[in-house]
């Protein structure tokens, strides 16, 4: 992977992604769901501008310089999940003949476990803030991009399951219940906030 995923071209990153090499993984593949999402509500909200749509165009304006923006952040968390995997395989890797390298090991590990949980953690709590906006813009939306509308809630719902699964794998690595069920019990709300969220815009728009 180069430094920046998104100098890449699609059929390079999906063989990446399709090769044998760990990265790009889970995370990476709901970070780039993330910014698909993103993209088409950034690409509603410039439609939803001009002369018919005067009384929302600031709403819209507003609304495409905040998907814009996430898109960029989910580029890093690309990068970023990338470079957790990586830290946790260090940590696997360090020696334990002693006592010693024994409890820097586990401490790496469990360092390391709490980052790659912590990334997609992130991910999910941007994800469902659009998808409010999204919800929150759904009765200015021009009606012509109301399948765009759609699919930008459908593909951040899936970045959000994804993000989940990458996060909750990496909780028992963590050997913090605290930490771990705080997770849980915020990823759990995320899941379902966020479903409600596509639901309820899929069912208006249906009617």
Partial sequence: MPMSAYNQN????????????????????????????????????????GPKFAAAETQMIALAGQMNQ????????????????????????????????????????????????????RLMSRCVGLMRLLGEAAGQVNKNVASDHGIALIMLEAAVQSAWLTAEINLPGMKNDELSAHYREQGGAWIAEARLLKERCLTNWAH
Avoid: W
């Fill in 10 to 49: 699609i059929r390079q990153f999906l063989t990446d992604a399709a090769s044998s090499s760990p990265t790009p993984g889970g995370g990476s593949i709901a970070a780039l769901a993330a910014a698909l999402g993103a993209s088409m509500g950034a690409m509603v909200a410039n439609l939803t501008t």
């Fill in 70 to 121: 996430a898109i960029g952040e989910f580029e890093h968390l690309i990068r970023e999940d990338i470079d957790s995997f990586q830290a946790y395989m260090n940590a696997l890797g360090m020696p334990k003949s002693s006592p010693e390298e024994k409890a820097a090991r586990s401490s790496a590990l469990m360092q390391a476990a709490a980052a790659a949980a912590e990334v997609p953690f």
